[in-house]
């Protein structure tokens, strides 16, 4: 059974809260979308100008693949223009995608900025070995030519650091795509303080990230992401 638009809504507006409950915000410069099942590329994203811990159902915008805002009719109602660009780019391409979260934290920058990118030297970082894309910095993203770059930047992943900028992570569901904003900025937060201490750093053998990886894939099914969800909710209930 498809999910109701309003049932979509309520979902799309506790991520946002839970995102500013684990500190994954930027003032109001960030976005999360969500798909809206059995439409052309239509997608529910943030109105520009609300703080993720105030998010709610109404906040969220109805846009079609040209950017134009579906009953919403106050001019106020617009949304994040690089915004658009990335989560239309993604919801356009990746049909098997539901939901993109983009964030700018302090240490999703900091891989971002780092040459090597993302090491593998943690268990949340094994989650996306040889599984994770990279886009070049091109200027804050309003020009609608870089989507193409960015589903190609994607590949098949369900995960994409941008250079200098941030993270994107996506999902089947919602559900999923938290567990891999969760994962990826766990990654990043221990990265930045591993190399912080000077020291020499450990990376498992190829073989130990590939089995490690191929575990995560095996564990990781929707029904595994909806239980970590459910309790995730209770943080902000």
């Known amino acids: 059974m498809l999910e109701t638009e309003n049932a979509l809504r309520t979902r799309l507006a506790s991520l946002y809260r839970l995102l ?30 609300v703080l993720f811990h105030q998010m709610q159902p109404q906040d969220l915008i109805r846009i079609d693949p040209e950017g134009q805002p579906i009953d919403a009719p106050d ?11 990335i989560h239309s780019a993604i919801h356009m391409a990746r049909h ?23 090491l593998a030297i943690s268990q949340h970082a094994l989650k ?14 309003l020009d609608l030519d870089e989507r193409s770059r960015l589903v190609a930047s994607l590949g098949k992943h369900q995960v994409l650091i941008l250079r200098n900028h941030g993270l994107l992570a996506a999902g089947r569901s919602i559900a999923e795509a ?60």
């Not at 500013?20 to 109105?47: C, E, K, V």
């Not at 575990?215 to 909710?233: R, S």
Request: with cysteine; proline share 2%.
């Open 20 to 49: 500013a409950f684990f500190r994954m915000t930027d003032l109001i410069d960030t976005h999360i979308s969500a798909r809206i099942p059995g439409t052309a590329n239509q997608f529910l994203i943030n109105r520009y100008g």
């Open 75 to 85: 001019a106020a109602q617009r949304v994040n223009a690089a915004g658009f660009t």
């Open 96 to 118: 098997d995608l539901a939901c993109v979260i983009h964030t700018h934290t302090a240490d999703g920058i900091a891989v971002s900025c780092q040459q090597q990118g993302l």
């Open 128 to 141: 996306f070995y040889r599984r994770h894309g990279y886009h070049d910095y091109e200027g804050i993203a």
């Open 178 to 237: 938290f567990l891999n904003i969760w994962f990826l900025e766990r990654a990043c937060q221990a990265q930045v303080k591993a190399l912080s201490g000077g020291a020499k750093i450990v990376i498992p053998p190829e073989s130990v990230c590939e089995r490690t990886a191929l575990q995560f894939e095996q564990e990781d099914n929707l029904e595994h992401a909806e239980l970590v969800w459910n309790a995730a909710l209770g943080l902000i209930e």
